[in-house]
Nanobody, 121 residues
Framework: QVQLAESGGGLVQAGGSLTLSCVAS????????MGWYRQAPGKQRELVAT???????NYADSVKGRFTISRDNAKKMVYLQMSSLKPEDTAAYYC???????????????WGQGTQVTVSS
């Protein structure tokens, strides 16, 4: 079994910063892409940022220049540094990790349970 555990959400004023963390544990042979998504009430889940195993990153236009995704392969962790936060960044944030659980097995996507980020104006 693979589990993802997120932390770091909370309440912050507009213009503030937060860093989210996500750690993967369990049966893991290899971790491929890692990413963060978010879902605001009444809206669809959307991509925030992704990072490949080689370190290539991709960001939603709405967060470019404000958010930074990074990973620590040894610790099986992915981070999302968020700065210049805006009220429209308020959402539940989910980490998503592409994992090969065992040698010769296929890749599967795993999701964290979500961590709430609330930005007050």
């Amino acid at each position: 079994q693979v589990q993802l555990a997120e932390s770091g959400g909370g309440l912050v004023q507009a213009g503030g910063s937060l860093t989210l963390s996500c750690v993967a544990s369990g049966s893991i042979f290899r971790i491929n892409a890692m990413g963060w998504y978010r879902q605001a009430p009444g809206k669809q889940r959307e991509l925030v940022a992704t990072i490949t195993s080689g370190g290539n990153t991709n960001y939603a236009d709405s967060v470019k220049g404000r958010f930074t995704i990074s990973r620590d392969n040894a610790k099986k962790m992915v981070y999302l540094q968020m700065s210049s936060l805006k009220p429209e960044d308020t959402a539940a944030y989910y980490c998503n990790v592409a994992i090969v659980p065992r040698a010769l097995s296929g890749q599967r996507d795993y999701w964290g349970q979500g961590t709430q980020v609330t930005v007050s104006s």
